[in-house]
């Protein structure tokens, strides 16, 4: 993991200005979504009492636990860490949205397909356990030796069994829109049109493959009616024109989205005090870029 300096982390949510469209024909609907926290990559480190005090004082309302992360929210964790890591989300009144696993299931080898499928499953019963809503899951890639139709209908036939798992226990599969030509909006319609089970959504996730001509709005148009989640990244992009976040929100917003757009900055701050006042200056830029 990449460590910065204090100046050089602070600088990602610095911008002031932005060059998007204000979009103000529809600046006096509520904002029914709110912010929340992947903790990849700027939580990692922390462990969740330091996690869940962060989000208390920055006003961040959800976590999203990615696994691998000191956090310690694994399939691993027994009956009673289990009701403990409940509690400590309960006691500090942040939701626990739910798990990032890593689960993919666009390889060409059948057993390692198996084994995600598998490994899904045990975080559908953590989620359950803690009392969140889904489990976020990715593709990552196309393999170069099969056809490009092929591995998309593989990874929307297996998300079915996935999505089977996580209707029986009132839990979501967001699917990460992600992986080098797996991120492809079209791409992302056809596994989930390969899919169709309605326990089995879309994670949104902010790709420069989201933008055409400087705008989100027609693969948003494209993937809107499976979206579930929203990860969300360096927001001074907006202002450098790399990617339109004021616009994405407003589309939210248009659209009824009422859940979270959860940061997922791949940066890790060289203490906690840095990573409290990013989040802060975060907090501030988003509130502006959201409310439009």
Not at 263 to 280: H, Q, R
């Amino acid at each position: 993991m990449n460590t910065l300096h204090r100046r050089q982390f602070l600088a990602a949510a610095a911008a002031t200005t932005f060059g998007a469209p204000s979009f103000a024909a529809d600046a006096k609907k509520p904002l029914a979504f709110q912010l929340g926290l992947v903790t990849y990559n700027t939580a990692a480190q922390w462990d969740l009492p330091t996690i869940l005090k962060v989000c208390k004082d920055v006003g961040i309302a959800a976590v999203e636990c990615r696994t691998t992360h000191k956090h310690g929210v694994e399939p691993t964790l027994s009956p009673e860490q289990r009701k403990d890591v409940r509690k400590q989300f309960a006691d500090s009144g942040i939701v626990f949205w739910g798990c990032g696993s890593t689960c993919e299931f666009h390889a060409v080898d059948p057993a390692v397909v198996k084994k995600n499928i598998e490994d899904c499953k045990r975080f559908v019963e953590l989620v359950k356990d803690l009392g969140g809503k889904g489990v976020k899951v990715r593709p990552n890639g196309l393999p170069k030796d099969k056809p490009v139709e092929k591995t998309l209908e593989q990874i929307g036939k297996s998300l079915i069994e996935c999505g089977k798992v996580a209707a029986d226990n009132d839990i979501e599969i967001c699917v990460e829109v992600h992986g080098p030509g797996t991120s492809l909006p079209v791409h992302a319609k056809a596994y989930m049109e390969h899919c169709g089970h309605p326990s089995v959504g879309l994670t949104w996730n902010s790709n420069a493959t989201d933008v055409e001509d400087g705008s989100v709005k027609k693969s948003f148009e494209m993937l809107k009616k499976w979206i579930r989640s929203c990860h969300i990244n360096d927001l001074e992009n907006d202002a450098n024109g790399k990617y339109p976040y004021r616009e994405l929100f407003s589309l939210l917003r248009e659209n009824d989205y009422k859940r979270y757009t959860m940061i997922e900055v791949g940066k890790t701050p060289p203490s906690v005090d840095v990573g409290l006042a990013f989040l802060k200056e975060y907090k501030a830029l988003w509130t502006k870029l959201a409310n439009g």
